[in-house]
């Protein structure tokens, strides 16, 4: 079906380690002769970024931080080389979904999109999936390309199964294309799709709707998700209202993916890890503060190299994740090249309401992991909003479910960060509308800073 020379990535911790060698030492000398950024960042450091030939090496240099990247995306695009300017042909840009006002982005040339296809074959060979799926794309239509939608329909391509497309999203102008979610649930059920791909709480709404006008999808089987955390409870939803629906099991595959990679980490099976599907194209480390990869086991920040880029190519770029990564095969499926064991979260958002540190994350997790809770929204703001001066509020917005009860939601957001938040009913179209960016959004800090 493809060829590379890792196979199906069933080889040796070392047999894939000498690969990556071979494949930083070509990167670092396309980005000695080719990328803006590094040029400039490593001949004022007075390193030779050429000389970075072995993975072992790499760990002399230093991190690339999220804001480097974000303050000048356009320089860390690789200029065309003379002699393979066919490799650099733009293919396509991707923005990261991120909360700034100018999403940052991400360059794919030709070159990138091949290696792009090679990984989401081998993330649908980890999930267990094949030319005989029929998958429905329910990631939508955003304002800026994202790789969520785009990608699983070039999964498909590379794959060679069926995909119908929701097309959920927001229209522009006199383009009239997108489609309401009950449409979207007349597509899914005559689709009779085996998985469903989108963000968890789309996905969920779709099959609560189909289960509520006794619809089925017996042969759905998989439900993939990516775009935000899906946490024990919606896991267990989901697989709860899919086999309602279902004549057969179904598996919830969680993917941690990322913008920069195109792709996303799979597990083969619950619990065996997320595994790096493709360590031809980027090399996955756990840092600790000083840069140094952490011992195998432990905790660290999560940093992406790309081995074998065109487009825009980051070298230890840290992405926010604290993770566990482990280099050894994988019990269940026999693949290396990396997998994270444990995901210990982001690294923390904070903001001071009322004066005290509050820890975003934190609070947000304890609303996720609310059952009871179908969707949920945090505003910051100013009690009056006449009064610049008045005193902070918090509001936290939650499309109730059975058995949800808005005093007890209140007493435990006070009790977990010594602020008594307004907790409000709201309906789901005032969170998501019609499911128009890929990520609710969450946190809303309405605070006047002029
Ligand atoms: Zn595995």
């Excluded at 080889?11 to 396309?30: F, G, N, R």
């Excluded at 899914?188 to 609560?208: D, K």
């Excluded at 064991?341 to 982001?346: E, F, M, N, P």
């Amino acid at each position: 079906m493809y060829k590379s020379p890792l196979g199906d990535l069933r080889k040796s911790v070392d047999e894939i380690a000498s690969y990556q060698d071979q494949a930083l030492a070509k990167m670092t000398k396309l980005i000695a002769q080719n990328h803006p950024h590094y040029k400039a960042k490593y001949s004022q450091l007075g390193l030779d970024i050429a000389s970075i030939t072995t993975l072992a090496k790499l760990e002399s240099i230093p991190v690339t931080e999220k804001m480097e990247f974000v303050n000048s995306p356009e320089n860390f695009r690789m200029q065309s080389a003379i002699d393979a300017p066919d490799e650099y042909v733009i293919w396509d840009i991707v923005y990261t979904a991120g909360t700034s006002s100018s999403p940052t982005p991400i360059y794919q040339t030709s070159y990138d999109f091949r290696g792009i296809l090679l990984a989401q074959v081998r993330m649908a060979e980890i999930r267990g999936m094949s030319n005989k799926s029929r998958i429905m794309n329910l990631y939508p239509i955003t304002a800026h390309p994202h790789g969520a939608w785009l990608r699983a329909n070039n999964a498909a391509a590379a794959l060679g199964c069926a995909i119908t497309a929701g097309m959920s999203g927001r229209d522009f102008g006199s383009f009239e294309l997108t489609r309401k979610t009950a449409e979207i649930v007349e597509l899914t059920l005559q689709s009779n799709p085996t998985a469903l791909w989108g963000v968890p709480s789309y996905i969920r709404e779709v099959l609560s709707q189909i289960l509520a006008k006794g619809g089925k999808l017996p042969a759905l089987d998989m439900i993939a998700v990516s775009g935000e955390p899906c946490t024990q409870a919606m896991r267990a939803s989901l697989t709860e209202l899919a086999e309602s629906v279902s004549d057969v099991p179904v598996v919830v595959s969680d993917s941690l993916g990322a913008s920069e990679l195109q792709c996303g980490l799979v597990e083969c099976t619950l619990g065996a890890g997320f595994h790096n599907p493709a360590p031809e194209l980027f090399l996955l480390e756990a840092l600790d503060e000083n840069g140094k990869r952490v011992s195998e086991g432990e905790i660290g920040s999560l940093a992406i190299t790309h081995l074998d880029r065109r487009g825009t190519v980051l070298l230890r770029y840290l992405l926010g994740d604290k993770v566990q990564i482990t280099y050894e095969n994988c019990d269940n499926c026999g693949r290396g090249g990396g997998r994270i064991v444990a995901h210990k979260g982001r690294e923390g958002r904070f903001t001071k309401i009322r004066g005290n540190m509050v820890n975003l994350d934190e609070l947000l997790k304890i609303l996720a992991d609310d059952k009871a809770i179908v969707e949920y929204q945090i505003e910051i703001h100013k009690q009056s909003k006449t009064d610049p001066l008045s005193l902070d509020e918090l509001t936290v917005r939650v499309v109730p479910g059975a058995g949800c009860d808005t005093a007890a939601i209140g007493k435990r957001v006070a009790a977990a960060i010594r602020i008594t938040p307004v907790v409000q009913e709201v309906t789901r179209d005032q969170i998501w509308g019609n499911n128009t960016s890929l990520k609710a959004t969450r946190i809303i800090d309405s605070r006047d800073y002029n």
